[in-house]
Each structure stands twice: as structure tokens, then as C-alpha cells.
DNA sequence: TTTCAAATTGACCTTATAGTCATTCTGACA
DNA sequence: TGTCAGAATGACTATAAGGTCAATTTGAAA
């Protein structure tokens, strides 16, 4: 009887096994992206991707490891999506008001995508960390330029990120829609110390900025049904 | 044999009923106020108040019923603190912040209160709403007297509460303190629409009135340990 | 067509929590 | 001091969720 090759007979597998993985995940996304919140649960997802529940333990150590690539997900397609605009933005503010600018637009498009975004602030820890880590950088560049009235960067991220969140929650829920932006991003920028003419002016130019690098969101916000 | 008042005995126990049911209560807001949360469950709360489980039901329908209780205390406390500074100050954004900065206040210095209060405006939404209704009439007569910047009403109540939630949760978890106050107030009155210089000078009459009505503090915040 | 390692399955176990109820305890009154 | 309605008890059932594993299915290679 011919030998079996033992290493090909190893990767056999491994497109099938991938898809797998890749529809566990799918799922999962589904669940925390649902409109009322569907209690995320390995029955749950494993029940929405069609699969047995033992083999979400053959992809996954449990849900929290899940979540967390779940996570990283989340974090590059935000970088992805909100970095080529930032880096073509020279004032700190500026550059700060037109990430906020893209991110609740995406968010108003895509209320599924607002709701993960809204729910993996709460409870991926990462992804908060991620996001506010170049958003201090900002801050901490405007205080250096004397545009921040707030007395520490810190705090003025916690403002940031509380008003993005609050925002994203009305968005996951209907509540306000995307003409509300212009006027949320004003009073960021009037929190963080801008008059309120100059305010407008960068909400204004923040606007433009989103409007130039506007393709490719389908390819971000799409994934989610 | 005499014959038993049946209507003088069905009033004996209410004395050793309502000492219980205060009792429950009051582990129940030790529990929603616990440093790490203790995930609130009638078993968790029963042992807390040193009662057995089926008490529990002897007092209350259910875990909600409970915190809908608890709720309504909350809102009676909260009222009974800020409404007299409240009645005191005539502008509308002065007054919203000499509430905004009682409020921060107590919540700094008791962060057992800071937490039950950030956990009731996320799981008692009848909590969150009624303060929103004393800031929506603020916010409405701002923006009647031209003073609002954020063009919904609804939206600027928003913004505020998001502040607001953010600076109490921050408090709860001890990463800032009560001299960032000033800061949030500022912040906040900027976000509305104010100019810097003024948002700074209604600040400081909001801390003048806030001192003024310093009086009864420990009656609220001592309840909780 | 047969083989077999890997992938998958779903019944089963464990733990945590909601909620019930027959039984026991309590204490003011007769 | 004995009575007994009401208060309290805690063992019990039911349900939901995490996690395991022996048995079954799959499919490319032989």
C-alpha cells in the first residue's frame, strides 16, 4: 500500500479550516453589530455562522480571544480609513477635526458598523486605546502650539472621546443623522478652545478634507450586514 | 380562650418588614457602587444585606423592580441637591453650570456615589431622563436668549451628558480629581457655544454658587459606603 | 474506490443565576 | 405564657451559558 504524505496531508485542511474561522468571525461581527443587542455568546455566534458549538473551541481559546482579534480588525480598518487623511493635515486641530469628521460619517452611513463601533469602545478596551493613542498625539501637539484651553492633554482626549462616543450611540440608534456632524464637530473643537468663529472655519475645512478622501468606505463598511 | 385582633396583628411585622426591605436596598446600592463591579444579581445583594434569597421576593417583584426603586431614590436625591442652587441662579447657562459643578463635586468626593451614579444613567434609563429634563429647559432657554450655539436643543443635552457621564466615570475609576472640575465646567460651557474668557468667568460664579450651597453634602453621599 | 488525518459535530458536564415553596421562626397580644 | 399571622428561611427546580470530548464526516491523495 503507497505511503501518505503526513506534511501535504497537514495542509488539506487549511482552506477549509480558514473558512470556517473566517465565518465564526463573520458571525460574531453580526451579533455585536445587531440592532437590539443580541446577548454575544459562543451559542450565538456559533448558531449564526451555521456551525457546531465545539468548533468554536477549535478556532478560538473562548470569546474573549475572539473579541480581541475582533479588535485588532476593527482597529486597522479605522487606521486604514482614517490615517491618509490625517496625515495630510498639517494643524493638529484641524487634523483631529477631520478624523472625527470621516469616522461619524462612516458612522452615520453605517448604523450596524456604528453599533460595533459604540459597543467595542465599551468593551474592547484595545480599541479605545488604539484610537485615542494618536488622538493624544494631536492634542499634545496643539497644547504644544497653544490651541488647547483644556489644562491637561488627557483630559481633553476623555472629552474628545466622550462626545465621539455619545455621537456614535445616536448614530447606532437613529437619533440624530449625519447633518447633526458639522455641528458636533464644532463643539469638539469649541470644547477643546477654539472660539466659535474659528471653530466653524476648521469644521468647515475639516469637511472638505473628508469630502477629498471619501472613496473606499464601502470597502470598510461593507463587511457588516 | 380571648379572640386575636386579626387587623392589630396584621400590623405587627411592618416595622421588621420595612427595616428588611431598607435593608436590601441599601446592599443593593453597595453593590452598584462596588469598586469592581460586583455583577448585581439577588444572590449578591441578599448576601450583602445578610437576608436569605427568598426574602428577596417577599420585597420586591424582581431585580428590576428593585432598581427601579433605586432609581426613583437616586432622582429624589439628585433633585433635592441641585434644585435649590438651581432656583437661585437666573441665567440659563450659569445655572446649568453651577449644577454641572455641585454635581461633579459630589461625585468626586464620593466615589462609591460617582460609581452607583455612572452605573445608573447606563442601566436606569428613567435616572438618566430626568435629569435630562431640568438640563433640556436650561438648554432651551439658552438658545432662546441666543446663547446656544449647537442647533438642537436635543443634541446640546446630549454633548453635556456625555461630558458629564465621562468626568463621573473618570472619578469613579480615581483618574482625575476634584481640581479638574473647573477644566469639565469650562468645557462644557465652551461646547454650548460660549466665547473662552466667558466660559471662564460663568465657571468661576458657578463655583462662587456652588460654594454657597455646600451645606448637606454628607446627608446625600453618606448613605453609600 | 479506499484511506486516514484533520475538521466537525452535538450530546454531555459544570457552573451561575432566577425564581418557588414547604417549613421554621418571631414577637405582640390575649 | 401560649397563640398564630406574618416574616423569614434555604433547599429545591429550571434555565442559560461556558466548556469538553468520543464519535462522525470530509475530501485530497493514493
Redesign the pocket.
Known amino acids: 500500500?503507497?505511503?501518505?504524505?503526513?506534511e501535504?496531508?497537514?495542509a488539506?485542511?487549511?482552506a477549509?479550516?480558514a473558512?470556517?474561522r473566517a465565518a465564526i468571525l463573520e458571525a460574531a461581527r453580526a451579533c455585536y453589530a445587531a440592532p437590539e443587542p443580541v446577548?454575544a455568546?459562543?451559542?450565538a455566534v456559533t448558531q449564526a455562522a451555521g456551525?457546531?458549538?465545539?468548533?468554536f473551541?477549535?478556532?478560538f481559546r473562548?470569546?474573549p480571544a475572539l473579541e480581541a482579534e475582533l479588535g485588532e480588525t476593527l482597529i486597522a480598518e479605522l487606521s486604514e480609513r482614517l490615517e491618509p487623511a490625517r496625515l495630510a493635515v498639517v494643524n493638529p486641530l484641524t487634523r483631529m477635526a477631520t478624523a472625527v469628521t470621516i469616522l461619524l460619517r462612516d458612522l452615520a452611513a453605517a448604523p450596524a458598523q456604528a453599533r460595533l463601533a459604540a459597543r467595542a469602545a465599551v468593551m474592547l478596551p484595545d480599541v479605545a486605546k488604539a484610537v485615542q493613542a494618536r488622538l493624544r498625539g494631536d492634542l499634545a501637539d496643539a497644547q504644544a502650539a497653544g490651541l488647547l484651553a483644556v489644562g491637561s492633554v488627557d483630559l481633553a482626549v476623555r472629552i474628545v472621546v466622550a462626545l465621539v462616543e455619545q455621537a456614535s450611540s445616536l448614530f447606532s440608534t437613529s437619533r440624530i443623522d449625519a447633518t447633526a456632524i458639522p455641528d458636533i464637530v464644532r463643539a469638539v473643537l469649541r470644547a477643546m478652545g477654539c472660539p466659535p468663529g474659528d471653530a466653524a472655519n476648521r469644521t468647515n475645512e475639516a469637511a472638505l478634507n473628508a469630502d477629498a478622501f471619501a472613496q473606499r468606505t464601502s470597502a470598510v463598511t461593507g463587511v457588516v450586514s
Chains 1, 2 share one sequence.
Open positions: 500500500m503507497a505511503r501518505v504524505n503526513l501535504r496531508r497537514a488539506i485542511g487549511e477549509k479550516r473558512r470556517t446577548s455568546t459562543v451559542d456551525v457546531a458549538k465545539g468548533t473551541y477549535l478556532h473562548d470569546l
